[in-house]
């Protein structure tokens, strides 16, 4: 690549003497007048100077006031990251949890929004808008119109996280619904959990600020164009037409989340009616395009730099303006990506997924064109400095995490993995090995550039490399083992198997590792700023200059000169242009064998009915009705009654759902590891329905509620308790257990009855888990006396616990309640057979004591039970009096404390 002479942006603030026609207006004066005076104030303290560059030009500095906003977002948004793991990892080895449900999965919507927007989107702009100017050779111009493009979205990063309350200190009161929502989670009047009207506000501000800034390019777009009309017929740089989509993509991805947010501050404050499955698919508009938008940083990346290293052109310059319009055309398209479950038309699922193939096709291009534009270049012309090896680590990122997209786009293998930490091991390994790779292999290239120095210490960057892909590495491998092991995502509260507890300490790990490289990349540009030598583009070329920043990464016993070389094409362009279309065929010609392959399982799954035609015989019939925190399933047929939290059907019987939501959309989600799973996604207003076969062998399996609701979450898990085929009379659960339940994590432990009384933790369940462990013993026909024990430890009732809903932020007050009610507390706990006209028959009960072992003993005959709180508890989290629709509201009916009992007889 040959780009123009680089030059430093101009501040056009030299005085000059013009009319009074002709000057500024009095409110640019005015803000001009203070910025100067802040400035010369901030100047004085060579911290700042040196940091915020307030010696230089102005869109220098206000460049570099977005990179450091970025990287302070980055950090945080990583604290919260670790402290969300550090719960995770605290539960799955049994020791105590330090933070609230609330606070806990808060941590993970701040994670993402403050990576994503505070971080990612930032660098992104802050980069690109230098970019544009230096590579066009335009003079910058509307320098407050930039600011506010500062001002506004880091201000939204503060609206979005809430209230602060210094006192005790909470900084994440209310946004535990996910960077995105499904709608209506959040809504006043429509859902349990309300978030602040600031969430809402935090959204427009984000979408103000970027439109703001697109427009701010075009203006200097259309500025070089009128200055070189003769130019435009020329060929622009390749990496600028990414960077021209960019700006198409911006209004095309924050327009639907402008109108998905005003339809949901409409319906929360003004009583508008929602239809929650037309506002997922309008915001989706938005939650996928947002990926692609940010994806392009490596992609311009690739295209800039690889060119520059490379001291040649891109191999292919045509199919590289393919690619960007490719990229332009496919992602506004793909919203219902993420919506495969939920009820809308199969035709569009279908369709959504073959354009998710599509997309792969401009990625394919870009990898290609890369590969050969690198092929052959002597030894002696590349140097492996940071910028290199972040640019290799971005153009491996994007494929190893693009070999994964296009299994998410098959809808079939999307009913297996949708939302558990599978999704994850993709969306991080694009995030962390490609996005955030390919953003600091520009950071690395431009920094010098921007500041004027070079990179004090390529020992540093080396160090920042290596910990960034080693610890990115093993965070996505362990979030991709976990998504095989079927965990989902959210969750804190998971089973307590060894495979789970050792992948969730190594995903652990990773983050540390990740967390602590960054802090290399910290200290040394700290270090440039002070000590770094002083860095001159003067008589280079914009190439040269580029090479001579990224140099000062590398050591120097492995420099190569940084001159400009001649380069003589070898291959003529329409052979190489052959052997692009041979590849791209290639691709196409993958894509269209797996399409077809998944088509007949595109219409088979999901929503539909299918495998079976009409009723099947023995069907049992469930109406489930989802409450947000849990279901309640009203079943006739072979079994008739109403049961919260469990589906009841003898073995091998088809059982038929008809599903229904309100207060959150949510999913039915049974995860057979040997049979099709069972995953439709359920949205208020709407019917979703599914058809399956319950297993041969009789045992209880869990059913984990597959979408994220509120931060109850954890608790939402259903079972579905098959019986044996000869009536209700107990069988062994031998062959269950000899399996493992059919290999499913969430299926409760089996357990003896009498090995010890089961006890309650801080979050409401017995023996850390949700349902609580199936307890098996042996009657005779004709029944005996059996116990049940369990205990609920004063030391497990908490601010965290549902069970006590006192308004404070002391634990000890809540126990103290306990205290003062005799150590009991208002709910039914008990033994109930399954069976009867009302579904169940109750056979022993008492009030739920605290603090002591309870003892519930009845004459058992042969038989499948449920005991404990088999209904759920109202709860309301609302510590020190701040909740309300202004701050937040968390409430919801919460079930925990319960479990089957399998009585065999002889």
Known sequence: MSGPELRPSQTGAEEQSVPVFERPPALIQFLDATEDAIRQRLAKLRLFDRVFLLQRDWMTRIT?????????WGAVGGFDAFGFQT????????STLHLSNVEIYSSVTLHGIRELFGFAQQVEIAVLGLLVVNALGVTPRHKWSLYAVAVLLNGSMLLLQGPVYLFPFNDNYFPAVGWYFLSPLGVDGQSAYVVSPLWFLGWLALCA?????????VVHLVDW????????GRRFPVFLWFVVGTLVLMPLTYGPLIVSTVWDIGTAYAGWAISPIANQVIFWMFGHALVYVLFLIPIIELYLLIPILARRPIYSYRFAVASAIGFVVLTPLLGIHHLYLAPVPAWSTWLTMVLSFAIVVPSAITFFSVWMTVKGVPRRQWEWNAVALFALLSFAGAIFGGLTGPELATIPFDVDVHNSLFVLAHFHTITILAIVAGAYALLYAFFPILTGRQWFSAALARVHFLFTLVGGTVLVLAFDELGNLGVLRREYILPIVPAITLYEIVLFGGIIVLLVGQLFLVANGFLTVFRGELFSASGLSFDEAVRRAAQSTAPRS???????????RQVPRARRERAEKAWVASVVVLLAVVVVAATPGAFGVGNAVNGTSGDPPASEYVAMSAVQYYWTANESGAITGTFDNAVVAYAGAWVQL?????????????????AGVVDVQVVPGSTSYAVFQAPSEPGVYGAPDGEYDGPWFGQDVAALVVLPPA????????????????????????????SGPLVGNAEGLFNDSVPGPTLETTVGATGDNRTVSWTVPLSSIGLDNYLVNVTSNNPNQQQQYVIAHNY?????????????????????????????????????????????????????????????SDTGIQTGWVMGLWGVLWATGP
């Open 64 to 72: 570099m006031l977005m990179l450091i906003a970025g990287l302070f």
């Open 87 to 94: 719960q995770v990892v605290a539960y799955a080895t049994q």
């Open 209 to 217: 600020a970027v439109l703001l800034w697109t427009v701010w390019v």
């Open 225 to 232: 164009y009128r200055a070189h009309p003769q130019a435009a």
């Open 558 to 568: 492995a420099r190569v000169p940084i001159d400009d070389i001649p380069f003589v």
């Open 658 to 674: 008809n599903l229904s939501a309100s207060g959150a959309t949510q999913s039915f989600l049974l995860p057979f590891r040997d």
């Open 727 to 754: 009536n209700a009379t107990g069988a062994s659960l031998a062959a269950f257990e000899s399996v493992d339940g059919l290999g499913d994590i969430y299926n409760p432990p089996v357990e003896p009855l009498g």
């Open 824 to 884: 009991t507390l208002p709910f039914t706990t008990g033994l109930y057979r399954l069976g009867g006209p009302s579904g169940l028959t109750a056979v022993v009960t008492a009030p739920l004591a605290i603090d002591r072992v309870e003892n519930l003993t009845a004459d058992i005959v042969p038989g499948v039970y449920l005991y404990g709180l088999v209904h759920p508890v109202d709860y309301s989290y609302n510590p020190g009096h701040d909740s309300g």
